[in-house]
């Protein structure tokens, strides 16, 4: 019995319950597309053009006579497929941090928002005194002196060495020497010379950091522990959140494509994956996302983001990479009777329906394989008006 194409009109939900399915996004709020869907769907609508024109094999051999064959073809190309995913996101600095404070007393200083904090600058300033902005990866825990060891002496040392202080070994021990180097920086800041790091004194960020908002004001009082502002880092820098189920989209270090809003495409870097749990509000239960931070990737990119100060962006996120692999528009593809998917190869004046195995949808192409030799770059296939 030769190959035949169905006669019955295919369902999106019927297309959908094949390999190339994916669940449907869960919020409106974003424009997150299942492109394999999308593409599955186009090819539920093939069939309606079998019917409309004329496809029958003649006596059930599976080969079109003349005046059946479709009325047009294309060539079966060689090719890589991508298929993307768009999710909404915001281009600014990136996650925000807590300063809070582990002094008492009354903020006196305070920097706007928007400002810039670097390497021993004052963050804010408590009864007068500069809290400093050192850099680091550990926050500060404890008071430092003489005689304390660790990665946060270390941490110190680095920084007063950066800063100019000298006469010390930048190492895990707080020496004698290190106290001169302190009281040499006490002196400078206006603060008692005592040698000894009080807790609160500094806070430590990876970088310069970029003043986001602020939860106090000048001439509040202060307790350990009260927030005093937010910060970022001072690159710019897309925050994407997904659903948990498209968790595998965001791999550190994977390249992804960044629509601004002129419409223009930069690429990124992810360059930070973190679960998140966002509040329930109004009428929304509280919900678990991924949160993906990116970083502009080249000189480029960060040229054309410097429009913008903060502004809603689409990231495109590759989910599924076929390389080298022979591919057709989705519309040649026909739904076969005795099930899956085929094309109709044409060959001079007769055509023939072969049944083939479809692979990644993307870009309004299909992956196929299979066929034997009836399918080859090249081949040309039966597509609709």
Not at 157 to 173: I, P, S, V
Request: net charge negative; hydrophobic share 40%; glycine share 12%.
């Amino acid at each position: 019995m030769g190959v035949q194409p169905a006669v019955e009109e295919l369902t999106e939900s019927s297309v959908a319950a094949g390999p190339a399915s994916r669940p449907p996004r869960r919020r409106r709020r974003r424009r997150g597309l299942r492109i394999a869907v999308a593409m599955a769907v186009l090819a539920a609508g093939t069939l309606a053009a079998v019917d409309r024109y004329g496809l029958r094999s003649d006596g059930g051999s599976g080969t079109a006579a003349a005046s059946q064959l479709p009325p047009a073809t294309v060539k079966v190309t060689r090719q890589t497929l991508k298929d993307t995913q768009s999710e909404d996101g915001d281009l600014g600095y990136g996650t925000t941090t807590s300063a809070a404070c582990r002094l008492a007393g009354t903020l006196t200083a305070v920097p706007a928002s928007g400002d810039t904090v670097s390497r021993g600058k004052a963050l804010y300033a408590v009864d007068g005194r500069p809290v400093t902005l050192m850099y680091g990866s550990m926050p500060a825990y404890r008071a430092l002196s003489t005689g304390d060891e660790g990665q946060d002496v270390r941490q110190l040392e680095k920084n007063l060495r950066a800063l100019g202080y000298t006469g010390f070994t930048a190492d895990d021990t707080y020496t004698v020497a290190t106290a001169s180097a302190v009281k040499d920086w006490q002196e400078d800041l206006g603060l008692d010379e005592t040698g000894v790091v009080e807790l609160g004194r500094v806070v430590f960020a990876p970088g310069a950091v970029r003043v986001d908002s602020l939860d106090a004001a000048k001439g509040d009082a202060l307790a350990p522990g009260a927030k005093v502002l937010e910060y970022t880092g001072t690159a710019k820098a897309v925050i994407a959140e997904l659903d948990t189920a498209d968790q595998q989209l965001a791999k550190r270090g994977a390249e992804v494509g960044i629509e601004l809003p002129d419409g223009s495409t930069v690429k990124g870097t992810i360059t930070g994956v973190s679960t998140v749990i966002v509040p329930a509000s109004g009428d929304q239960d509280a919900q678990t996302e991924v949160e993906v931070v990116i970083a502009l990737k080249d000189e480029r990119a960060r040229k054309a983001a410097t429009a913008y100060d903060q502004a809603a962006v689409h990231v495109v996120f590759t989910s599924g990479i076929r390389e080298n692999v022979l591919t057709v528009p989705v519309a040649a593809l026909l739904a076969l009777a005795e099930g899956g998917y085929g094309v109709e190869v044409v060959q001079g004046s007769t055509s023939t329906y072969v049944p083939v195995t479809t692979g990644l949808f993307a870009d309004g192409r299909v992956e196929i394989s299979g066929g034997g030799t009836a399918i080859a770059e090249g081949t040309r296939v039966g597509m609709p008006k």
